[in-house]
């Protein structure tokens, strides 16, 4: 495939020339997609705006380059393997003309009911085809997505319509994922009562569950498929039109909808895909990501589409009907590259090694992880039972913001080492500034990890709010893009990320902020003020410790343990259920320093079972505290 990388010497041949010439290096990459008219400037950037733009004046669609583009040498391959949640069900797949017609036929759908070129749509759906159908849909007619994960509460979607202005809805009427059928379109009406910009609601049936439709709103996707033809002439887009927003969380309280672009999304996508899996025509891909996170738009979605790949669509859960799916579902479609998270791995280690024993993981070329920090153990576990010590692990360090993957060995190319991203990717100009945004240079250093050089799938802004864009990655250190994460850069220059450094906490390889999680405890009416710390969870990685102030048990006819499980609620209602706390604690105090600040250094250690190192605590307005919360934790 053009631009691959196939040796270390290739490897570092390209890195050399990406950092010499960024604007050569990208312009010839992107030289090969097809544009509607080319750019006239390759970039243009400041960090101090922000203001980055990429490919300048150049015009396309997306979906062109997905399908236009290929159609006469890929049309009859397929895109979509589709496996169900339940094994039973046949799988289905889509071949790239197929997909093609649905997303033409969908993109008129979206047409006839109103939706316009720059129209925010919102996309609330389980894992099956007509997600991926919709986002491109969307791409195809200029309208912007947000996909919001359809594990999000009520309150999570409605703010994120609101936030975005959304008019338009695509769901379903209910999910398969495990078990139990699991009720969508409930939830979105509950949402949409908060809700007063949209005005239409398109729903696919997949459970056949009995759901309300209200009148004039509520239309059923079938229905308005069958209206329109499956001929659609692509929307020319401007390579800086938004492409999607996808809300993320942060240190401060409210998920902001980081903004990504035509152009240059296409190309590090696509480009990111093809090296880092090192995929080859007729190759199946499958990473288990949901399509509402980053990881699914850019690795299930843009770039192996536009790579021309097949890729695995999973509607289930890992653990359905047992800890072997994942296996049977690679034994089944000769999966050659799999990419999954930490999180997963361990979970599926801790089942033990009887439910990998029946299946044939041969047609394995590439195992992958993303999503957090993966541990030695798991990194080896996954290496010798999963991929049989025979093929490349790619630890891929990248985040909402970025779009694709920064730091990640190229597979079979970069030598790897157990619990290190590596080497940033070509394109890529990692920095390492100690607390006063000193930059330190040379091996064997620690420090938090920034980004000197834009790459082309950067976040351009947060909707709505470019100021707090600018805030939140550009302000801590002059002329950088910090992402938050603390690294270490080895003595070969391998890179290992070591986690956030922010007040931000990733449960299993979920971001929330600590922030966001306080405020909805502190919705539940016996709550006086809480803090929440992220602790090492074996199977999560980090888990949510909650330390709570409240009002009179006795008084108000509570128990700890019912408080304790109102409070779980409350969180799982109002964020969803991946932001229950893990544990909770009830305490009469916070430790604060004078100024009030909450020393959540303090809260941190003793989260993780260490009473011992908490520095020194006497200049804390109530240094007492600190002995009651150690009693509590048995330290
Ligand atoms: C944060 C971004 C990238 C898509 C999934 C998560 C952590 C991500 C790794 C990795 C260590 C990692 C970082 C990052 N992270 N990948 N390979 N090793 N940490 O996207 O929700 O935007 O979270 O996930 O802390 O900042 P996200």
Same mark, same amino acid.
């Given at each position: 495939?053009?631009?691959q990388i196939h040796s270390l010497g290739g490897y570092l041949h390209e890195y050399q020339k990406s950092v ?34 990429? =490919? ?92 919001? !994960?359809?594990? !999000? ?123 880092? !899996? ?34 695995? *669509? ?40 009887? =439910? ?63 619990? =290190? ?5 070509? %394109? ?18 620690? %420090?938090?990890?920034?980004?000197? !050089?834009?790459?082309?799938? *950067? ?29 270490k850069r080895d003595e070969d220059g391998y890179y290992r ?111 993780? %079972? ?26």
């Amino acid at each position: 495939m053009a631009f691959q990388i196939h040796s270390l010497g290739g490897y570092l041949h390209e890195y050399q020339k990406s950092v010499a010439d960024p604007e050569g290096f990208w312009e010839d990459i992107a030289s090969t997609f097809f544009w509607r008219k080319r750019w006239d400037k390759v970039l243009d950037w400041n960090f101090e705006g922000p203001d980055v733009k990429w =490919f300048i004046n150049g015009k396309l669609n997306i979906t062109e380059n997905i399908f236009e583009r290929r159609l006469y040498t890929h049309g009859d391959q397929t895109a979509i393997i589709w496996e169900p949640n339940d094994p039973k069900e046949p799988s289905t797949r889509i071949t790239y003309k197929e997909l093609y017609e649905k997303v033409c036929n969908f993109a008129n759908v979206l047409l006839n009911n109103g939706v316009k070129k720059g129209d925010r749509v919102a996309i609330y759906m389980p894992m099956i085809p007509e997600a991926a159908i919709a986002m491109l849909a969307c791409a195809r007619i200029g309208a912007v997505h947000s996909v919001v !994960f359809a594990g !999000f509460s009520a309150t999570s979607l409605a703010d994120r319509i609101n936030d975005a202005g959304v008019n338009t809805v695509l769901t379903t009427d209910g999910a398969y994922r495990g078990a139990k059928p699991l009720s969508i379109k409930p939830i979105v009406d509950e949402a949409l009562e908060k809700c007063s910009s949209v005005n239409k609601v398109i729903v696919f049936k997949r459970t056949s569950e009995e759901v309300q439709m209200k009148n004039g709103r509520d239309v059923w996707w079938h229905e308005e498929t069958a209206k329109v033809s499956s001929e659609n002439k692509a929307e020319v887009m401007d390579s800086e039109d938004m492409l999607f927003i996808l809300y993320t969380s942060g240190s401060t309280g409210k998920p902001k909808g980081v903004v990504h672009t035509t152009g240059g999304y296409m190309v590090y996508s696509s480009y990111t895909f093809r090296n880092v !899996f090192q995929y080859e025509d007729g190759d199946v891909f499958w990473c288990t990501a949901d399509v509402g996170w980053i990881t699914g738009h850019s690795y299930i979605v843009y770039g192996p589409l536009l790579s021309g790949a097949t890729v695995v *669509m999973f509607e289930g859960i890992p653990t359905y009907p047992d800890a072997g799916r994942f296996w049977q579902v690679i034994d089944k479609h000769k999966v050659n590259q799999f990419y999954t998270a930490p999180t997963a791995i361990r979970s599926l280690q801790a089942f033990g090694n009887d =439910f990998i024993t029946p299946y044939d993981l041969s047609s394995l070329k590439l195992l992958g992880s993303v999503g957090e920090p993966i541990n030695e153990e798991a990194w080896r576990w996954y290496h010798t039972f999963i991929g049989k010590g025979r093929v490349p692990i790619v630890d891929t360090w990248w985040q909402t913001e970025t779009g694709g993957i920064l730091i990640s060995p190229i597979a079979g190319v970069t030598p790897t080492k157990p619990a =290190f991203a590596t080497l940033p990717l070509p %394109g890529v100009q990692p920095i390492i500034v100690d607390a006063e945004g000193k930059e330190l240079k040379g091996n064997g250093v620690e %420090g938090n990890l920034c980004i000197k !050089f834009p790459w082309p799938s *950067m976040l351009r802004t947060t909707y709505g709010d470019h100021e707090r864009c600018r805030q939140t990655y550009f302000s801590t250190y002059k002329n950088l893009y910090f992402t938050g994460d603390g690294v270490k850069r080895d003595e070969d220059g391998y890179y290992r990320i070591l986690g956030r450094v922010d007040d931000v906490i990733n449960v299993s390889g979920h971001r929330l902020g600590t922030a966001e999680i306080e405020n909805a405890i502190n919705e539940h009416t016996l709550v006086i003020e809480s803090a929440v710390v992220g602790y090492p969870h074996d199977i999560k990685g980090q888990g949510i410790y909650a330390y709570v102030i409240c009002e009179d048990l006795a008084k108000n006819q509570r128990t700890e343990k019912v408080l304790v499980n109102e409070i779980i609620e409350t969180v799982s209602k109002i964020i969803g259920p991946i932001a229950k706390p893990d544990k909770i604690m009830l305490v009469s105090g916070l430790p604060k320093t004078r100024s009030g600040k909450i020393m959540r250094r303090i809260l941190r250690k003793i989260a993780e %079972g260490d009473g011992s190192n908490l520095g020194d605590t006497t200049t804390l307005l109530n240094p007492e505290i600190v002995d009651e919360i150690k009693v509590k934790a048995g330290l």
